[in-house]
């Protein structure tokens, strides 16, 4: 072998050095801003983004985000200390916008020195908005559209994500594709991290090279080990397949529904028997408009709790995104991170070649 050429190892490791600067370079803005050493955030899971895999997925180089979801100020001032315990890193916290006490969530919030806060489920409102940036967290916002994402800056947010339509749980009409071609290349003015059927490392490089500072991943999280998501739960995330993964159907344009992304099962089949049923009782006069939505809307409550708790995945909401077929065996977060991180490193190296 001439002098001037290495051994064909050396080689291959030199290129997955180059390849693992390259990737630091790629998400360096969003490990930056969020204080990790990988750009990958967790989706915020309703009764599964909890203090153990929000902590493990911090503790692994990520960034873990506690759910806040419908808990109380105490609950989630109990949430927040009990996350600290687990984990000296980095973490968030995702409120929802409609959220009746969401003041007194963004002081809890505060008050425990949480660097990030999330705001969630709608355009957030500007009291809210003011006292996270008084208070010296960094506000991170939802951005479905790239006249909204325009706005969400000039009001405040010091971070973007862009969420396709391949998530889980609520969901937008556009899908991650589209709405990286439409946003990603002119908006530059904060960090934009993309969501939404992201389920291995190579779809995570292809945003990062359209310009997205890092990635968040909800469904590949919540069969981790640290997920206290019931067995059963579990085991239906790793069985399914993409086309499992479903939006709720609306029966009727009168009676608006929410879609939300989860797999096909008994309750959806009753969600649409349900619709069928109300409508009937308000087309008879039996019920008024109101009443009728009303119904509608109360079909699914606690119906994520059964599943994810109680592990009723036939007459629970199974929420998933459509990265779900990924998901084929339960394993630490760390491991799931270092997949990750490796596919990505394996893709860029590869380009190399």
Same mark, same amino acid.
């Given at each position: 072998?001439?002098?001037?050429?290495?051994?064909?190892?050396?080689?291959?490791?030199?290129?997955?050095?180059?390849?693992?600067?390259?990737?630091?370079?790629?998400?360096?803005?969003?490990?930056?801003?969020?204080?990790?050493?990988?750009?990958?955030?967790?989706?915020?899971?309703?009764?599964?983004?909890?203090?153990?895999?929000?902590?493990?997925?911090?503790?692994?180089?990520?960034?873990?985000?506690? &759910?806040?979801?419908?808990?109380?100020?105490?609950?989630?001032?109990?949430?927040?200390?009990?996350?600290?315990?687990?984990?000296?890193?980095?973490?968030?916290?995702?409120?929802?916008?409609?959220?009746?006490?969401?003041?007194?969530?963004?002081?809890?919030?505060?008050?425990?020195?949480?660097?990030?806060?999330? $705001?969630?489920?709608?355009?957030?409102?500007?009291?809210?908005?003011?006292?996270?940036?008084?208070?010296?967290?960094?506000?991170?916002?939802?951005?479905? *559209?790239?006249? $909204? &994402?325009?706005?969400?800056?000039?009001?405040?947010?010091?971070? $973007?994500?862009?969420?396709?339509?391949?998530?889980?749980?609520?969901?937008?009409?556009?899908?991650?594709?589209? $709405?990286?071609?439409?946003?990603?290349?002119?908006?530059?003015?904060?960090?934009?991290?993309?969501?939404?059927?992201? #389920?291995?490392?190579?779809?995570?490089?292809?945003?990062?090279?359209?310009?997205?500072?890092?990635?968040?991943?909800?469904?590949?999280?919540?069969?981790?080990?640290?997920?206290?998501?019931?067995?059963?739960?579990?085991?239906?995330?790793?069985?399914?397949?993409?086309?499992?993964?479903?939006?709720?159907?609306?029966?009727?344009?009168?009676?608006?529904?929410?879609?939300?992304?989860?797999?096909?099962?008994?309750?959806?089949?009753?969600?649409?028997?349900?619709?069928?049923?109300?409508?009937?009782?308000?087309?008879?006069?039996?019920?008024?408009?109101?009443?009728?939505?009303?119904?509608?809307?109360?079909?699914?409550?606690? *119906?994520?709790?059964?599943?994810?708790?109680?592990?009723?995945?036939?007459?629970?909401?199974?929420?998933?995104?459509?990265?779900? #077929?990924?998901?084929? &065996?339960?394993?630490?977060?760390?491991?799931?991170?270092?997949?990750?991180?490796?596919?990505?490193?394996? &893709?860029?190296?590869?380009?190399?070649?």
């Amino acid at each position: 072998m001439p002098p001037d050429h290495a051994p064909a190892g050396e080689e291959e490791e030199a290129r997955l050095g180059t390849a693992r600067a390259t990737l630091t370079r790629l998400w360096a803005r969003g490990s930056e801003f969020l204080g990790c050493r990988h750009a990958i955030m967790g989706g915020a899971m309703s009764w599964v983004s909890e203090r153990n895999l929000v902590a493990a997925i911090s503790n692994a180089g990520g960034f873990g985000v506690i &759910a806040c979801g419908a808990m109380s100020p105490a609950q989630l001032e109990a949430e927040i200390a009990a996350t600290q315990a687990l984990t000296a890193r980095p973490f968030g916290v995702n409120l929802i916008t409609m959220h009746p006490q969401l003041d007194d969530l963004v002081r809890v919030t505060l008050a425990a020195r949480v660097g990030h806060v999330v $705001l969630a489920g709608g355009l957030p409102p500007g009291g809210a908005v003011r006292a996270v940036k008084d208070g010296g967290a960094r506000l991170i916002c939802f951005a479905p *559209a790239l006249v $909204l &994402a325009r706005r969400l800056v000039r009001a405040g947010a010091d971070a $973007l994500v862009i969420e396709g339509s391949e998530a889980g749980g609520h969901i937008g009409p556009v899908s991650l594709v589209v $709405l990286a071609q439409e946003i990603l290349p002119h908006l530059r003015d904060v960090p934009v991290f993309v969501a939404g059927g992201l #389920g291995r490392g190579e779809a995570i490089v292809a945003f990062l090279k359209m310009g997205a500072a890092g990635a968040q991943l909800g469904t590949r999280f919540a069969a981790a080990t640290e997920s206290i998501a019931h067995p059963n739960f579990k085991r239906a995330i790793i069985r399914a397949a993409a086309r499992d993964a479903v939006p709720s159907v609306q029966l009727d344009e009168r009676f608006p529904v929410i879609p939300v992304r989860g797999l096909a099962n008994a309750a959806t089949r009753q969600f649409l028997a349900h619709q069928a049923a109300t409508r009937a009782a308000f087309e008879a006069g039996e019920t008024t408009r109101e009443q009728a939505q009303l119904a509608i809307e109360h079909f699914w409550a606690g *119906a994520l709790r059964r599943a994810v708790i109680d592990g009723d995945v036939e007459h629970g909401s199974v929420m998933a995104g459509q990265s779900v #077929g990924m998901v084929t &065996a339960e394993q630490p977060t760390a491991a799931i991170i270092a997949e990750l991180v490796a596919q990505a490193v394996d &893709a860029l190296a590869a380009r190399d070649a």
